[in-house]
Nanobody, 123 residues
Framework: QVQLVESGGGLVEAGGSLRLSCAASGRTVSTYGMGWFRQAPGKEREFVAA????????GYADSVKGRFTISRDNAKNTMYLQMNSLKPEDTAVYYC????????????????WGQGTQVTVSS
């Protein structure tokens, strides 16, 4: 089993930055794909970004390309999401997830999930 804990969320003004972290425990995730998803009130959970086990293959939703950067540190069993130029429409609960294969854009392909961290961007 893998346990995931997100941190780093909070309230920020539009144009600001936040860095989310996702710490894994229970077993190493260094050979797994990892991803970030988000869910805004009244909307379905959507893909944000994902990364392969080596960190040399990444994918981003069009809405965050050029603003968000995903990375991972396998020695720390941790994944990150650097979010810059934040917009009010980025407001959501952000979840990290692990897939026992390469990364994928569909939430249904992931095997383990964190509990989420709230990101609120004020206008």
């Amino acid at each position: 089993q893998v346990q995931l804990v997100e941190s780093g969320g909070g309230l920020v003004e539009a144009g600001g930055s936040l860095r989310l972290s996702c710490a894994a425990s229970g077993r190493t995730v260094s050979t797994y794909g990892m991803g970030w998803f988000r869910q805004a009130p009244g909307k379905e959970r959507e893909f944000v970004a994902a990364i392969n086990w080596r960190g040399d293959s990444t994918g981003y939703a069009d809405s965050v390309k050029g603003r968000f950067t995903i990375s991972r540190d396998n020695a720390k069993n941790t994944m990150y999401l650097q979010m810059n130029s934040l917009k009010p429409e980025d407001t959501a609960v952000y979840y990290c997830a692990v897939r026992r294969m390469n990364w994928h854009t569909s939430q249904y392909e992931y095997d383990y999930w964190g509990q989420g961290t709230q990101v609120t961007v004020s206008s």
